[in-house]
């Protein structure tokens, strides 16, 4: 079975496909933003990633979301619900971690199914 990389780098891919499931590397958006603005951007990225590797977020499987302070999962929460309301609710975990820079408040990681 074949294994294709999108935006490959030298250290990672920001998606790589095997047989009908896409990972997606964790993503993140611009630094020094509101949890808001940050989780709007990251689900952006998101929908533009399956989009090019032939899915959407009705097929997403499962969502990891990290928060850099888990009091702003209400905040966060209220972008998703709002982004996933016209879609399949997946499988999804949330937590805090400490996350590359304090000036990322969230990091999510996807994956998702090829759509038929």
Not at 31 to 40: D, I, N, R
Request: aromatic letters at 6%; proline letters at 2%; zero cysteines.
């Amino acid at each position: 079975m074949t294994i294709t990389r999108i935006d490959r780098g030298t250290r990672m891919s920001e998606a790589v496909i095997h047989g009908n499931t896409i990972y997606l590397a964790g993503q993140i958006a611009a630094p020094g933003e509101s949890v808001t603005k940050q989780t709007q951007a990251v689900l952006a990225e998101i929908e533009s990633l399956l989009t090019r590797t032939g899915s959407s977020k009705n097929h997403i499987l499962m969502a990891q979301i990290w928060l850099a302070d888990i009091n702003d999962f209400a905040e966060m929460n209220a972008v998703w619900d709002s982004w996933i309301a016209d879609a399949e609710a997946p499988a999804r975990a949330t937590g805090e971690a400490k996350l590359a820079s304090s000036d990322y408040k969230i990091e999510i990681i996807i994956t998702a199914a090829k759509a038929d």
